[in-house]
């Protein structure tokens, strides 16, 4: 109950600073501050820590949702990028096409799922606001126009509550499978220009993982520590191919490589400790 009510209390400070921060940094143009919320909310290198930590964390139904969820919408935001090719604001410092906002669609489709999982008021609260923090960010920082940012959110949004309800209706094996079907797609859409490499490649690697782990019957979940062995595994793959310019061959299987590891690393390691 103690834990409980640290948890809350910090969420809804967290939330309420955020809120005021924001007010203040959008009055007084606060480029350092949209940049960090920026980062935090959509970068590719934030979600290679913090998503196999949660992943482990959950009941093995829940992880795998929460990332089919993440990687499927950022998959159709790549996808709707290249299909709808509409341009950024004049100027804007990133590059590609605007709409949707990959930024928005990741956060909306992390934590709108797992506000959706666990409807906790205080998570709630912490969702919306951060979800609009981040959405705030690309258009303080001139790199996307509002519908961009909507489109993004709607898309992440979306996602998450198909997602959700599938996690209900379908077993985790078909669920795996789904996640493995979607990933082949989206991969074969990329190769014939449209959309991207990165979340297809990672999704791969993380249903083979998961059909691995249970033809060895690794169903156990290790938790948050040992999540963080598949952060420090997958992290060096993600960010290597991400970093440097590989052929598209190369580049798709250490992100595949990366997404396996990190859900077959923290499994295994916990298989040898506890045996």
Do not use: N
């Amino acid at each position: 109950m103690a834990y409980r009510f640290m948890a809350s209390t910090i969420l809804y400070v967290v939330s309420f600073i955020l809120v005021v921060v924001m007010t203040l940094a959008w009055l007084y143009s606060v480029t350092v501050f949209w940049s960090l919320i920026s980062l935090l909310g959509g970068s590719v290198g934030f979600y290679v820590i913090i998503l196999p930590v949660v992943y482990h964390s959950l009941p093995r139904v829940y992880g795998f949702s929460l990332a089919l969820s993440l990687l499927l919408a950022t998959s159709i935001t790549g996808f709707a990028k290249d299909l709808f090719k509409l341009s950024r604001p004049p100027g804007a410092i990133a590059g590609g096409y605007g709409f949707p906002s990959g930024h928005a669609t990741s956060v909306s489709s992390f934590w709108g799922f797992l506000a959706l999982r666990y409807p906790w008021p205080p998570l709630i609260a912490f969702t919306v606001v951060f979800i609009m923090a981040v959405s705030i960010s690309r258009l303080a920082l001139g790199v996307h126009y509002p519908r961009d940012v909507v489109g993004g959110v709607l898309v992440g949004f979306t996602t998450a509550t198909i997602v959700y309800m599938l996690s209900h209706r379908l077993s985790v094996d078909k669920l795996i499978y789904a996640g493995l079907a979607s990933s082949i797609i989206f991969l074969i859409a990329s190769l014939l220009g449209y959309g991207i490499i990165y979340s297809p490649s990672v999704l791969l690697g993380l249903s083979i993982g998961e059909v691995i782990a249970s033809r060895l019957k690794l169903y156990r979940e290790p938790g948050p520590l040992y999540g963080i062995l598949g952060s420090i595994t997958a992290a060096p793959l993600t960010m290597l191919a991400y970093s440097l310019e590989y052929s598209v061959g190369v580049s798709i299987t250490l992100y595949t490589m990366a997404g396996l590891l990190a859900l077959i690393a923290p499994r295994v390691a916990m298989y040898l400790r506890v045996g």
